[in-house]
Protein backbone atom coordinates (compact mmCIF):
# COMPACT_ATOMS: atom_id res chain seq x y z
CA UNK A 1 0.00 0.00 0.00
CA UNK A 2 1.26 3.15 -1.01
CA UNK A 3 2.25 6.23 1.78
CA UNK A 4 -0.74 8.10 0.66
CA UNK A 5 -3.66 5.02 1.04
CA UNK A 6 -1.77 4.28 4.39
CA UNK A 7 -2.39 7.76 5.80
CA UNK A 8 -5.88 8.17 4.41
CA UNK A 9 -6.36 4.40 6.02
CA UNK A 10 -4.75 5.97 9.45
CA UNK A 11 -7.41 9.12 9.26
CA UNK A 12 -9.95 6.90 8.59
CA UNK A 13 -9.46 4.69 12.00
CA UNK A 14 -9.15 7.55 13.99
CA UNK A 15 -12.39 9.43 12.70
CA UNK A 16 -14.23 5.92 13.60
CA UNK A 17 -12.26 5.38 16.35
CA UNK A 18 -13.18 8.94 17.74
CA UNK A 19 -17.01 8.30 16.84
CA UNK A 20 -17.16 4.76 18.00
CA UNK A 21 -15.88 5.91 21.36
CA UNK A 22 -17.26 8.96 22.04
CA UNK A 23 -14.62 11.56 21.58
CA UNK A 24 -15.98 13.34 18.17
CA UNK A 25 -19.28 13.51 16.62
CA UNK A 26 -20.37 14.76 13.35
CA UNK A 27 -22.32 18.59 14.17
CA UNK A 28 -26.26 17.93 14.03
CA UNK A 29 -25.71 14.52 12.76
CA UNK A 30 -29.34 13.47 13.25
CA UNK A 31 -30.48 16.04 10.82
CA UNK A 32 -27.91 15.01 8.35
CA UNK A 33 -25.25 17.25 9.32
CA UNK A 34 -23.78 20.52 8.78
CA UNK A 35 -21.02 20.77 7.39
CA UNK A 36 -17.73 22.29 9.01
CA UNK A 37 -19.01 21.86 12.54
CA UNK A 38 -18.10 18.62 15.09
CA UNK A 39 -19.44 17.87 18.49
CA UNK A 40 -17.98 16.34 21.36
CA UNK A 41 -19.28 13.67 23.35
CA UNK A 42 -17.71 12.81 26.99
CA UNK A 43 -14.51 11.55 26.21
CA UNK A 44 -13.62 14.18 23.56
CA UNK A 45 -14.97 17.22 25.68
CA UNK A 46 -12.52 15.72 28.81
CA UNK A 47 -9.71 15.37 25.70
CA UNK A 48 -10.52 19.09 24.69
CA UNK A 49 -10.47 20.80 28.39
CA UNK A 50 -7.32 18.59 29.33
CA UNK A 51 -5.10 20.49 26.31
CA UNK A 52 -7.02 23.87 26.93
CA UNK A 53 -6.05 23.70 30.94
CA UNK A 54 -2.64 22.14 30.44
CA UNK A 55 -2.19 25.28 28.01
CA UNK A 56 -3.75 27.88 30.87
CA UNK A 57 -1.53 26.20 33.29
CA UNK A 58 1.52 26.55 31.36
CA UNK A 59 0.84 29.82 29.68
CA UNK A 60 -0.62 31.86 32.29
CA UNK A 61 -1.06 30.37 35.45
CA UNK A 62 3.11 29.27 35.92
CA UNK A 63 4.34 32.50 34.43
CA UNK A 64 4.45 36.03 36.41
CA UNK A 65 4.29 38.03 33.32
CA UNK A 66 0.82 36.98 31.98
CA UNK A 67 -2.80 37.62 32.67
CA UNK A 68 -5.97 36.06 31.20
CA UNK A 69 -8.84 37.34 29.94
CA UNK A 70 -12.46 36.30 28.47
CA UNK A 71 -14.08 38.82 25.90
CA UNK A 72 -17.48 38.66 24.28
CA UNK A 73 -17.37 37.12 20.82
CA UNK A 74 -19.60 39.86 19.41
CA UNK A 75 -18.02 42.65 19.65
CA UNK A 76 -18.58 46.18 18.31
CA UNK A 77 -18.23 46.32 14.36
CA UNK A 78 -15.38 48.99 14.97
CA UNK A 79 -13.08 46.18 16.11
CA UNK A 80 -13.11 44.49 12.48
CA UNK A 81 -12.99 47.32 10.68
CA UNK A 82 -10.29 48.91 12.26
CA UNK A 83 -8.33 45.05 12.79
CA UNK A 84 -8.92 45.16 8.81
CA UNK A 85 -10.88 42.12 8.58
CA UNK A 86 -13.62 43.66 7.23
CA UNK A 87 -11.80 44.78 4.15
CA UNK A 88 -9.19 41.95 4.00
CA UNK A 89 -10.18 38.74 5.44
CA UNK A 90 -10.98 36.58 2.59
CA UNK A 91 -10.61 33.97 0.82
CA UNK A 92 -10.21 34.07 -3.61
CA UNK A 93 -13.47 32.09 -4.55
CA UNK A 94 -14.01 30.15 -8.06
CA UNK A 95 -17.35 28.52 -8.50
CA UNK A 96 -17.28 25.69 -11.57
CA UNK A 97 -20.00 27.19 -14.06
CA UNK A 98 -21.05 23.21 -15.10
CA UNK A 99 -21.60 21.40 -11.57
CA UNK A 100 -21.74 24.79 -9.73
CA UNK A 101 -19.47 23.87 -6.80
CA UNK A 102 -17.39 26.55 -5.16
CA UNK A 103 -13.58 26.23 -3.59
CA UNK A 104 -10.66 28.64 -2.32
CA UNK A 105 -8.96 29.12 -5.59
CA UNK A 106 -5.92 28.49 -3.52
CA UNK A 107 -6.64 24.95 -2.55
CA UNK A 108 -7.18 23.67 -5.71
CA UNK A 109 -5.89 23.03 -9.22
CA UNK A 110 -8.22 25.09 -11.19
CA UNK A 111 -7.59 23.93 -14.68
CA UNK A 112 -10.12 20.98 -14.14
CA UNK A 113 -12.95 21.33 -11.23
CA UNK A 114 -12.42 18.43 -8.37
CA UNK A 115 -16.12 17.80 -8.52
CA UNK A 116 -17.23 17.33 -12.32
CA UNK A 117 -13.86 16.89 -13.77
CA UNK A 118 -14.88 19.25 -16.41
CA UNK A 119 -11.78 21.52 -17.73
CA UNK A 120 -11.62 24.95 -17.56
CA UNK A 121 -14.97 25.50 -15.92
CA UNK A 122 -13.49 28.15 -13.69
CA UNK A 123 -14.21 32.11 -14.02
CA UNK A 124 -12.13 34.58 -12.01
CA UNK A 125 -12.04 34.16 -8.64
CA UNK A 126 -13.85 37.13 -6.56
CA UNK A 127 -13.10 37.68 -2.87
CA UNK A 128 -15.43 35.90 -0.27
CA UNK A 129 -14.95 37.34 2.91
CA UNK A 130 -14.96 34.98 5.71
CA UNK A 131 -16.52 36.44 8.65
CA UNK A 132 -19.84 35.47 9.96
CA UNK A 133 -22.22 38.45 9.70
CA UNK A 134 -25.30 38.89 11.79
CA UNK A 135 -27.43 42.13 13.21
CA UNK A 136 -27.47 43.01 17.04
CA UNK A 137 -30.62 43.75 18.51
CA UNK A 138 -33.82 43.97 16.78
CA UNK A 139 -33.02 46.42 14.29
CA UNK A 140 -31.80 44.94 11.18
CA UNK A 141 -29.65 47.96 9.63
CA UNK A 142 -26.03 48.61 8.67
CA UNK A 143 -25.56 50.01 12.59
CA UNK A 144 -26.76 46.87 14.30
CA UNK A 145 -24.05 44.69 11.95
CA UNK A 146 -21.23 42.54 14.16
CA UNK A 147 -19.41 39.28 12.92
CA UNK A 148 -18.85 36.09 14.77
CA UNK A 149 -15.32 36.50 15.87
CA UNK A 150 -12.68 35.42 13.59
CA UNK A 151 -9.68 35.45 15.97
CA UNK A 152 -9.82 35.67 19.56
CA UNK A 153 -6.64 38.42 19.24
CA UNK A 154 -9.08 41.40 18.76
CA UNK A 155 -10.92 40.59 22.09
CA UNK A 156 -7.30 40.68 24.24
CA UNK A 157 -6.18 43.50 22.00
CA UNK A 158 -9.45 45.76 22.93
CA UNK A 159 -8.23 44.81 26.50
CA UNK A 160 -4.92 45.72 26.86
CA UNK A 161 -5.66 48.96 28.23
CA UNK A 162 -8.00 47.46 30.46
CA UNK A 163 -5.39 44.92 32.05
CA UNK A 164 -2.79 47.79 32.16
CA UNK A 165 -4.65 50.46 34.10
CA UNK A 166 -6.34 47.83 35.87
CA UNK A 167 -2.44 45.93 36.98
CA UNK A 168 0.19 48.09 35.60
CA UNK A 169 2.11 45.48 34.67
CA UNK A 170 6.39 45.74 33.34
CA UNK A 171 6.76 45.02 29.90
CA UNK A 172 7.00 42.61 28.22
CA UNK A 173 4.20 40.99 29.68
CA UNK A 174 1.42 39.15 28.08
CA UNK A 175 -2.85 38.89 27.74
CA UNK A 176 -4.26 35.55 27.00
CA UNK A 177 -7.19 34.35 26.20
CA UNK A 178 -9.05 30.86 25.08
CA UNK A 179 -12.35 30.46 23.13
CA UNK A 180 -14.66 30.36 20.24
CA UNK A 181 -13.63 31.15 16.68
CA UNK A 182 -16.10 31.03 13.50
CA UNK A 183 -15.06 31.37 9.94
CA UNK A 184 -16.97 30.72 6.85
CA UNK A 185 -14.29 28.45 5.27
CA UNK A 186 -15.45 27.73 1.14
CA UNK A 187 -14.28 24.14 1.92
CA UNK A 188 -14.54 22.89 5.93
CA UNK A 189 -12.42 19.50 5.03
CA UNK A 190 -10.37 16.81 6.92
CA UNK A 191 -12.50 16.08 10.00
CA UNK A 192 -11.57 18.48 12.44
CA UNK A 193 -8.64 20.53 10.34
CA UNK A 194 -10.89 22.99 9.23
CA UNK A 195 -13.86 23.57 10.39
CA UNK A 196 -15.93 26.55 10.34
CA UNK A 197 -16.45 26.89 13.90
CA UNK A 198 -13.27 26.27 16.58
CA UNK A 199 -11.54 27.58 19.41
CA UNK A 200 -8.30 28.84 19.87
CA UNK A 201 -6.10 29.40 22.38
CA UNK A 202 -4.48 33.10 21.84
CA UNK A 203 -1.11 35.00 23.56
CA UNK A 204 -0.70 38.76 22.63
CA UNK A 205 2.89 39.52 24.32
CA UNK A 206 3.42 42.91 24.29
CA UNK A 207 7.20 44.21 23.87
CA UNK A 208 9.41 47.13 23.65
CA UNK A 209 9.49 47.50 19.88
CA UNK A 210 13.27 47.16 19.44
CA UNK A 211 13.35 43.94 21.40
CA UNK A 212 10.66 41.84 19.27
CA UNK A 213 13.18 39.49 18.31
CA UNK A 214 14.28 38.31 21.99
CA UNK A 215 10.25 38.02 22.58
CA UNK A 216 9.56 35.62 19.21
CA UNK A 217 12.94 33.46 20.11
CA UNK A 218 11.41 33.08 23.82
CA UNK A 219 8.01 32.41 22.14
CA UNK A 220 9.24 30.16 19.78
CA UNK A 221 10.98 28.00 22.25
CA UNK A 222 7.82 28.22 24.41
CA UNK A 223 6.24 26.55 21.15
CA UNK A 224 8.56 23.71 20.93
CA UNK A 225 8.09 23.36 24.82
CA UNK A 226 4.13 23.01 24.40
CA UNK A 227 4.83 20.40 21.57
CA UNK A 228 6.64 18.57 23.74
CA UNK A 229 4.53 18.77 26.44
CA UNK A 230 1.29 17.27 24.48
CA UNK A 231 3.50 14.54 23.07
CA UNK A 232 4.51 15.00 19.25
CA UNK A 233 7.58 14.00 18.57
CA UNK A 234 10.71 16.32 17.61
CA UNK A 235 10.63 14.71 13.86
CA UNK A 236 6.94 15.54 13.38
CA UNK A 237 7.10 18.95 13.81
CA UNK A 238 8.55 21.66 11.11
CA UNK A 239 8.92 25.09 10.95
CA UNK A 240 7.71 27.04 8.02
CA UNK A 241 9.34 30.51 7.56
CA UNK A 242 5.95 32.06 5.61
CA UNK A 243 7.28 34.31 2.61
CA UNK A 244 6.26 37.95 3.18
CA UNK A 245 3.54 37.58 0.04
CA UNK A 246 1.89 34.98 2.22
CA UNK A 247 1.82 36.64 5.86
CA UNK A 248 -1.32 37.77 7.02
CA UNK A 249 -2.15 41.30 6.63
CA UNK A 250 -1.07 42.02 10.00
CA UNK A 251 2.50 40.48 10.48
CA UNK A 252 5.68 41.21 9.84
CA UNK A 253 7.26 37.82 10.68
CA UNK A 254 5.67 34.95 10.65
CA UNK A 255 6.76 30.80 11.75
CA UNK A 256 4.25 28.21 11.12
CA UNK A 257 4.50 25.16 13.18
CA UNK A 258 3.67 22.34 10.82
CA UNK A 259 2.65 18.53 11.88
CA UNK A 260 2.83 15.62 9.86
CA UNK A 261 -0.56 14.91 10.16
CA UNK A 262 -1.96 11.75 8.31
CA UNK A 263 -3.30 13.99 5.96
CA UNK A 264 -0.25 15.22 4.85
CA UNK A 265 2.32 17.76 7.11
CA UNK A 266 -0.34 21.05 7.90
CA UNK A 267 0.01 23.86 9.96
CA UNK A 268 -0.62 23.34 13.39
CA UNK A 269 -0.03 26.92 14.97
CA UNK A 270 1.36 30.05 14.35
CA UNK A 271 3.97 32.34 15.80
CA UNK A 272 3.64 35.96 14.25
CA UNK A 273 5.03 39.73 15.04
CA UNK A 274 2.08 41.60 14.60
CA UNK A 275 4.19 44.86 15.33
CA UNK A 276 1.70 47.71 16.61
CA UNK A 277 -0.75 47.24 13.88
CA UNK A 278 -3.86 46.28 16.24
CA UNK A 279 -2.81 48.82 18.62
CA UNK A 280 -2.37 51.91 16.59
CA UNK A 281 -5.04 51.10 14.49
CA UNK A 282 -8.04 50.93 18.10
CA UNK A 283 -5.94 54.60 18.15
CA UNK A 284 -6.56 55.77 15.28
CA UNK A 285 -9.93 54.30 15.33
CA UNK A 286 -11.18 54.54 18.58
CA UNK A 287 -9.06 57.79 19.12
CA UNK A 288 -8.04 56.55 22.52
CA UNK A 289 -4.40 56.47 23.37
CA UNK A 290 -2.89 52.82 23.33
CA UNK A 291 0.29 54.26 24.64
CA UNK A 292 2.21 52.30 27.71
CA UNK A 293 3.65 55.10 30.05
CA UNK A 294 7.60 53.39 31.13
CA UNK A 295 7.86 53.50 34.91
CA UNK A 296 10.17 55.91 36.01
CA UNK A 297 10.92 57.40 32.93
CA UNK A 298 8.93 59.86 31.05
CA UNK A 299 8.85 57.40 27.82
CA UNK A 300 5.50 56.90 26.33
CA UNK A 301 4.97 54.19 23.53
CA UNK A 302 2.35 51.62 21.88
CA UNK A 303 4.11 48.52 22.47
CA UNK A 304 4.82 45.66 19.75
CA UNK A 305 3.52 42.47 19.58
CA UNK A 306 4.42 38.83 19.45
CA UNK A 307 1.27 36.40 18.84
CA UNK A 308 1.80 32.73 19.53
CA UNK A 309 -1.86 31.55 18.17
CA UNK A 310 -2.76 27.67 18.97
CA UNK A 311 -5.86 25.89 17.58
CA UNK A 312 -7.27 23.82 20.15
CA UNK A 313 -9.06 21.55 17.24
CA UNK A 314 -5.58 21.08 15.75
CA UNK A 315 -3.97 20.16 18.62
CA UNK A 316 -6.16 17.98 19.64
CA UNK A 317 -6.29 16.07 15.73
CA UNK A 318 -1.99 15.79 16.20
CA UNK A 319 -2.33 14.56 19.53
CA UNK A 320 -4.64 11.63 18.24
CA UNK A 321 -2.73 11.38 15.18
CA UNK A 322 0.22 10.69 17.44
CA UNK A 323 -1.18 8.56 20.13
CA UNK A 324 -2.71 6.25 17.66
CA UNK A 325 -0.86 2.87 18.20
CA UNK A 326 -1.44 -0.66 16.75
CA UNK A 327 0.90 -3.50 18.12
CA UNK A 328 -0.08 -7.50 18.77
CA UNK A 329 -0.93 -8.79 21.90
CA UNK A 330 -1.09 -12.36 22.38
CA UNK A 331 -0.63 -12.60 18.71
CA UNK A 332 -3.97 -10.54 18.37
CA UNK A 333 -3.87 -6.86 16.66
CA UNK A 334 -4.29 -4.35 19.54
CA UNK A 335 -5.04 -0.38 19.06
CA UNK A 336 -4.18 1.86 21.76
CA UNK A 337 -4.05 5.59 22.11
CA UNK A 338 -0.57 6.30 23.86
CA UNK A 339 -1.92 9.62 25.46
CA UNK A 340 0.32 11.66 27.58
CA UNK A 341 -1.05 10.68 30.75
CA UNK A 342 -2.34 14.02 32.11
CA UNK A 343 -4.38 14.12 29.18
CA UNK A 344 -5.87 10.50 28.98
CA UNK A 345 -9.70 11.71 29.65
CA UNK A 346 -9.63 8.50 31.94
CA UNK A 347 -7.14 8.09 34.34
CA UNK A 348 -7.96 4.55 35.78
CA UNK A 349 -10.37 2.37 35.20
CA UNK A 350 -11.64 -0.20 38.13
CA UNK A 351 -13.15 -4.00 37.11
CA UNK A 352 -14.06 -6.17 39.81
CA UNK A 353 -12.88 -9.89 38.08
CA UNK A 354 -16.13 -11.65 38.10
CA UNK A 355 -19.21 -9.31 37.77
CA UNK A 356 -21.47 -12.24 39.46
CA UNK A 357 -19.58 -12.06 42.69
CA UNK A 358 -20.60 -9.71 44.85
CA UNK A 359 -17.92 -9.28 47.64
CA UNK A 360 -15.57 -8.30 44.47
CA UNK A 361 -17.80 -6.13 43.44
CA UNK A 362 -18.41 -4.60 46.86
CA UNK A 363 -14.28 -4.09 47.15
CA UNK A 364 -14.45 -2.95 43.74
CA UNK A 365 -16.96 -0.46 44.57
CA UNK A 366 -14.40 0.58 47.17
CA UNK A 367 -11.23 1.24 45.34
CA UNK A 368 -13.03 2.95 42.94
CA UNK A 369 -14.43 5.41 44.68
CA UNK A 370 -11.28 6.02 46.46
CA UNK A 371 -9.71 6.70 42.90
CA UNK A 372 -12.54 8.89 42.03
CA UNK A 373 -12.27 11.23 45.01
CA UNK A 374 -8.46 11.19 44.22
CA UNK A 375 -8.26 11.66 40.53
CA UNK A 376 -11.78 12.28 39.21
CA UNK A 377 -11.27 10.88 36.23
CA UNK A 378 -12.02 7.42 36.89
CA UNK A 379 -14.46 4.91 34.70
CA UNK A 380 -16.31 2.07 36.37
CA UNK A 381 -15.78 -0.99 33.61
CA UNK A 382 -17.73 -4.05 34.14
CA UNK A 383 -18.97 -5.33 30.80
CA UNK A 384 -17.62 -8.55 29.07
CA UNK A 385 -14.03 -10.15 30.21
CA UNK A 386 -11.37 -8.41 31.01
CA UNK A 387 -9.46 -8.94 27.86
CA UNK A 388 -12.17 -7.16 26.37
CA UNK A 389 -12.40 -4.41 29.16
CA UNK A 390 -8.57 -3.93 28.61
CA UNK A 391 -9.40 -3.67 24.97
CA UNK A 392 -11.68 -1.07 25.18
CA UNK A 393 -9.65 1.37 27.72
CA UNK A 394 -6.41 0.98 25.44
CA UNK A 395 -8.67 2.29 22.57
CA UNK A 396 -9.57 4.83 24.96
CA UNK A 397 -6.49 5.63 26.25
CA UNK A 398 -6.89 4.57 29.78
CA UNK A 399 -2.65 4.81 31.21
CA UNK A 400 -4.01 2.29 34.30
CA UNK A 401 -6.54 -0.60 34.79
CA UNK A 402 -6.71 -1.77 38.02
CA UNK A 403 -8.77 -5.09 38.99
CA UNK A 404 -9.89 -6.63 42.03
CA UNK A 405 -9.57 -10.48 42.56
CA UNK A 406 -10.10 -12.57 45.45
CA UNK A 407 -6.73 -11.97 46.61
CA UNK A 408 -7.28 -8.44 46.68
CA UNK A 409 -10.28 -10.05 49.74
CA UNK A 410 -7.50 -11.32 51.51
CA UNK A 411 -4.17 -8.73 51.29
CA UNK A 412 -5.76 -5.45 49.69
CA UNK A 413 -3.99 -5.39 46.95
CA UNK A 414 -4.74 -5.19 43.14
CA UNK A 415 -3.58 -6.06 39.49
CA UNK A 416 -2.98 -2.56 37.88
CA UNK A 417 -2.00 -3.25 34.02
CA UNK A 418 0.06 -0.49 31.89
CA UNK A 419 -1.62 0.74 28.64
CA UNK A 420 1.40 0.70 26.90
CA UNK A 421 3.58 -2.11 28.15
CA UNK A 422 0.52 -4.19 29.21
CA UNK A 423 2.90 -5.62 32.03
CA UNK A 424 0.82 -6.44 35.27
CA UNK A 425 2.00 -5.38 38.80
CA UNK A 426 0.31 -6.18 41.82
CA UNK A 427 -0.04 -3.22 44.63
CA UNK A 428 -1.60 -2.19 47.90
CA UNK A 429 -4.84 0.00 47.42
CA UNK A 430 -3.19 2.44 49.38
CA UNK A 431 -0.69 3.24 47.18
CA UNK A 432 -2.83 3.74 44.24
N1 LIG B 1 -4.85 35.54 15.54
C1 LIG B 1 -4.08 34.91 14.53
C2 LIG B 1 -4.79 33.87 13.83
O1 LIG B 1 -5.99 33.67 14.02
P1 LIG B 1 -4.48 31.96 12.06
O2 LIG B 1 -3.23 31.37 11.51
O3 LIG B 1 -5.52 32.42 11.11
O4 LIG B 1 -3.99 33.15 13.00
C3 LIG B 1 -4.40 30.47 14.20
O5 LIG B 1 -5.12 30.94 13.08
C4 LIG B 1 -4.64 29.00 14.40
O6 LIG B 1 -6.03 28.74 14.52
C5 LIG B 1 -4.17 28.10 13.25
O7 LIG B 1 -2.79 27.83 13.33
C6 LIG B 1 -5.00 26.86 13.49
O8 LIG B 1 -4.43 26.08 14.51
C7 LIG B 1 -6.32 27.45 14.00
N2 LIG B 1 -7.31 27.57 12.90
C8 LIG B 1 -7.41 28.56 12.00
N3 LIG B 1 -8.43 28.34 11.15
C9 LIG B 1 -8.99 27.17 11.53
C10 LIG B 1 -10.09 26.39 11.04
N4 LIG B 1 -10.86 26.81 10.03
N5 LIG B 1 -10.37 25.22 11.66
C11 LIG B 1 -9.63 24.80 12.72
N6 LIG B 1 -8.59 25.50 13.21
C12 LIG B 1 -8.26 26.67 12.64
Same mark, same amino acid.
Given at each position: ?13 ? +? ?37 ? #? ?6 ? /? ?13 ? !? ?16 ? %? ?28 ? *? ?16 ? $? ?19 ? +? ?6 ? *? ?14 ? *??? =?? =? ?5 ? &? ?12 ? %? ?20 ? $? ?20 ? /? ?6 ? !? ?15 ? &? ?9 ? %? ?12 ? *? $? ?28 ? #? ?52 ? &? ?14 ? #????? +? ?18
Amino acid at each position: MSDNNNSNEKMELI +VSLAKRRGFIYQGSEIYGGLSGTWDYGPLGVTLKRNIMN #LWWKMFVD /ERDDMYGVDAAILMN !QKVWQASGHVDTFSDPLV %ECSNCKSRFCAEKIDISKCPTCGKENSFGE *PRQFNMMFKTHVGPVDDE $SSVSYLRPETAQGIFTNYKNV +VDSFYPDL *PFGIGQQGKAFRNEIS *PRD =FI =FRTREFE &QMEIEYFVQPEKWE %ESFEMWRKLVWDWCEVIGLSTE $SVHELEVPENERAHYSKRTIDF /EFDFPIGR !QELLGLAYRTDFDLANI &QRVAGKSMEYS %EKGTNNKLIPHVIE *P $SFGVERALMAILSSAYTEDEVNGEKRVFLK #LPENLAPVKYAVSPLLKNKPELVAKAREVYEILKKKYGAVMWDDNGNIGKRYRR &QDEIGTPNCVVIDFDS #LEDNT +VTIRNRDTTEQKRVAIDIL
